[in-house]
């Protein structure tokens, strides 16, 4: 008898029994399936596909590249870029640098890149995107902007989004179509080897003194333009010759001459101990290269009428690095909107930025002295190993304070050769001892103390009227600086302090905010300008017939003191023609009318 057919009482057979419980836990199990499915649908938490980021392969970029590759960089003002422009292209890179990032790039940057970010990533890496879709819309070849464009940028590694901004260039570029396009790090990138001859882009000396030399000029150069726009007499002027002067720089970094040590000459120099450091290094700090332009630059610039009694609160700009420094959508162009609503904007250097980088590096060196005694858990180091570390340790500190003091000469250099003008880099010990009380200055990540620092500086020296601190919506380290601020507002009474946070969106409401405590800077600003008029003895009218009559005191140069307890430049400006006044006999009308 068959065992799959019934016997005669229609008893069905243990195997046959079997097979059916086991069709109906199949068509249980499908029933479970689509209903698990159907609910999912309902409650879009379907499982799909993820297709994880990974990051893509790229071609090396190589020294025989270099005459037709064009490297891209962008994120710093156009006055900065220019001259970092004209710094590469003078040791024999085609360089190219990325417009100002405005809303659409921050709309791309959305488009293409991941939730979450901030608006830096999405402003600086959509612009990338942008910048290479105007290349293709010009009739470049897709293939060719992948093989003959590279992006050069910073990377680093910390408590902020910013570590993830190679990950998002690279996924944007993917998303938009052009996955294989390279991105270049500068903490990944090269060194200061000549024997790294093979690589793209040769991080040597002359690489790095010439973009220090074009940030200097740059921060120079663009807080010269800020000091000197709100008083200009003919609207635009300023503009104009800063146009004029940056091309004077730009010209003068692409044909500065470094000597090449990859030639027979150079081979043989280069034997000798420290010899390409020691000449460049002489050359740099003892070298007049760059001061014909300054004087051709001054010159420019003092040809400019100003007329320095008009009453402008000043309001200095702190906050995350990138949101304080851009000129477009990415902090909703507040330097225009401040001068339009009648303020003088004191920008911040990226000066200040490199010098507290390195005072950083020097605690980090002094936190870790002394950690490396044990070799493991149960042996020391010898007096010989604890020696090398001290020396070591000896080591770094000098080179990271040699690197400051030469740094801050520098840049005292160029700003001595335009009259003092810019404001000088300010100490960073200082600022650390006046921020640490509010916010420990071990706590890394974006500015660090440098905000809750910059801010009592200002206010307490009666540098500014206001502090503006603008940042990324979001951004962790400013969300704690913002923080401490009222703590801090709370101990400095006199602060005018105001944080705006920056998106791609919200110009309206963030500007109506900042005209709210511009109102009561300029009231603070009024205020000081009335009692140093009321202290003069002269009318407004007065001083500015004396003005008049005076060629030098029209001129950005013409030195302005600083006076304990006086912030303006106006208020500063009357009090110092005042003293002119009284030393040539000059009496007020309303004296001798009397009399």
């Known amino acids: 008898m068959e065992t799959n057919t019934l016997n005669p009482v229609g008893i069905k057979m243990p195997?046959?029994?079997?097979?059916?419980?086991?069709?109906?836990e199949q068509l249980i199990q499908q029933m479970l399936l689509e209903e698990k499915k159907r609910l999912e649908a309902e409650y879009g938490v379907e499982n799909k596909k993820i297709d994880h980021f990974k990051r893509p392969f790229e071609k090396a970029f190589t020294k025989d590249q270099r005459g037709d590759t064009t490297i891209l960089f962008?994120?710093?003002?156009?006055?900065?870029?220019?001259?970092?422009?004209?710094?590469?292209?003078?040791?024999?890179?085609?360089?190219?640098?990325?417009?100002?990032?405005?809303?659409?790039?921050?709309?791309?940057?959305?488009?293409?890149?991941?939730?979450?970010?901030?608006?830096?990533?999405?402003?600086?890496?959509?612009?990338?995107?942008?910048?290479?879709?105007?290349?293709?819309?010009?009739?470049?070849?897709?293939?060719?902007?992948?093989?003959?464009?590279?992006?050069?940028?910073?990377?680093?590694?910390?408590?902020?989004?910013?570590?993830?901004?190679e990950a998002e260039y690279r996924l944007a570029l993917r998303n938009s179509g052009y996955d294989g396009f390279r991105v270049l790090l500068?903490?990944?990138?090269?060194?200061?080897?000549?024997?790294?001859?093979?690589?793209?882009?040769?991080?040597?000396?002359?690489?790095?003194?010439?973009?220090?030399?074009?940030?200097?000029?740059?921060?120079?150069?663009?807080?010269?333009?800020?000091?000197?726009?709100?008083?200009?007499?003919?609207?635009?002027?300023?503009?104009?010759?800063?146009?004029?002067?940056?091309?004077?720089?730009?010209?003068?970094?692409?044909?500065?001459?470094?000597?090449?040590f990859n030639s027979r000459m150079g081979k043989i120099l280069q034997k000798l101990p420290a010899s390409e450091y020691l000449t460049k290094f002489i050359d740099q700090v003892l070298g007049d290269y760059y001061m014909e332009a300054v004087d051709k630059a001054k010159e420019k610039f003092n040809s400019i009428k100003v007329d320095r009694t008009r009453l402008k609160p000043i309001v200095k700009v702190t906050g995350e690095f990138w949101a304080q420094t851009t000129e477009g959508d990415g902090n909703f162009n507040m330097f225009p909107f401040l001068e339009r609503e009648g303020a003088q904007v004191l920008v911040e250097p990226i000066a200040t930025w490199i010098m507290y980088m390195l005072h950083q590096a020097k605690s980090v060196n002094d936190d870790e002295k002394g950690l490396n005694v044990y070799k493991d858990l149960d042996s020391k180091l010898s007096f010989k190993e604890k020696l090398g570390l001290a020396k070591a340790h000896k080591s770094n500190y000098t080179i990271l304070t040699l690197a400051e003091k030469i740094f801050e000469r520098e840049y005292n250099r160029y700003r001595k050769a335009f009259g003092e003008m810019p404001h000088e880099l300010v100490d960073q010990k200082v600022l650390k001892e006046l921020a640490h009380p509010f916010y420990h200055s071990r706590v890394e990540g974006g500015e660090g103390h440098l905000e809750v620092g910059k801010s009592i500086y200002y206010t307490v020296n009666e540098l500014c009227h206001m502090v503006l601190s603008l940042k990324p919506f979001g951004c962790m380290p400013s969300t704690q600086s913002d923080g401490v601020q009222s703590a801090v507002s709370n101990h400095y009474k006199n602060m005018i302090f105001l944080p705006i946070e920056t998106s791609g969106e919200g110009d309206v409401n963030a500007h109506s905010r900042v005209q709210m405590a511009l109102g009561e800077a300029k009231a603070k600003a009024k205020a000081e300008f009335s009692d140093c008029l009321d202290k003069t003895g002269y009318s407004l009218e007065e001083i500015k017939a004396y003005v008049e009559t005076h060629d030098e005191l029209q001129r950005p140069f013409h030195h302005i003191s600083h006076r304990k307890g006086v912030a303006g430049m106006g208020a500063n400006f009357i009090l110092d023609v005042a003293e002119m006044m009284k030393k040539e006999g000059i009496k007020s009308v309303m004296s001798v009318l009397s009399v």
């Not at 195997?15 to 109906?24: G, I, R, V, W, Y």
């Open 15 to 24: 195997d046959e029994m079997q097979k059916d419980q086991t069709n109906k």
């Open 74 to 165: 962008g994120g710093l003002t156009w006055k900065h870029e220019k001259l970092i422009k004209g710094a590469l292209e003078g040791i024999g890179y085609k360089t190219e640098y990325v417009s100002t990032a405005d809303k659409k790039a921050f709309q791309l940057g959305k488009e293409y890149g991941n939730n979450g970010q901030c608006n830096p990533t999405y402003f600086t890496v959509g612009n990338l995107v942008q910048h290479l879709q105007g290349l293709e819309a010009s009739g470049i070849p897709k293939q060719e902007i992948i093989d003959k464009y590279v992006f050069f940028t910073a990377g680093a590694c910390g408590p902020c989004r910013f570590g993830m901004y």
């Open 186 to 260: 500068f903490q990944q990138t090269g060194g200061l080897s000549q024997q790294e001859a093979e690589a793209g882009l040769e991080m040597n000396l002359d690489f790095f003194l010439g973009i220090i030399n074009a940030l200097m000029l740059g921060d120079i150069i663009n807080e010269i333009g800020y000091n000197i726009r709100p008083y200009e007499v003919n609207e635009g002027e300023t503009n104009k010759v800063m146009d004029e002067v940056i091309n004077i720089f730009y010209e003068k970094l692409k044909s500065k001459k470094y000597f090449d």
